[in-house]
């Protein structure tokens, strides 16, 4: 059974920081590029980022750049998604998700093999 999981959400004041983790099980993450996705309250979920396979590539959304790093330690089967700088706006489930592809088209990962749980980011004062 495919699983991707999430860790690492929580409550954070504006300007700190969070480090989310994405794990698999059942699946070679060193296949597939991997897309960070975020949903806000009342929003549709948009993609912020995307890897390819190998990490020599990775895209950000205009959103979070300079901000937000992604890594992926395929060894360790894991992506991360550090988040600096956090602000109110970045409040939302994070999603990360294996594409179907080892590359990526731009931040946003079109056509996506599996999808973790999501794990909630709030911040606030």
């Known amino acids: 059974q495919v699983q991707l999981v999430e860790f690492g959400g929580g409550w954070v004041q504006p300007g700190g920081s969070l480090r989310l983790s994405c794990t698999a099980s059942?699946?070679?993450?060193?296949?597939?590029?991997i897309g960070w996705f975020r949903q806000a309250p009342g929003k549709e979920r948009e993609g912020i980022s995307c890897?390819?396979?190998?990490?020599?590539?990775?895209f950000y959304a205009d959103s979070v750049k300079g901000r937000f790093t992604v890594s992926r330690d395929n060894a360790q089967n894991t992506a991360s998604l550090q988040m600096n700088d956090l602000k109110a706006e970045d409040t939302a489930i994070y999603y990360c998700?294996?594409?179907?592809?080892?590359?990526?088209?731009?931040?946003?990962?079109?056509?996506?093999?599996?999808w973790g749980q999501g794990t909630q980011v709030t911040v606030s004062s």
């Open positions: 998700a294996a594409s179907v592809s080892p590359i990526c088209s731009g931040y946003v990962v079109r056509s996506v093999h599996s």
């Open positions: 059942g699946l070679r993450l060193d296949y597939y590029a």
């Open positions: 890897i390819t396979n190998d990490g020599d590539t990775i």
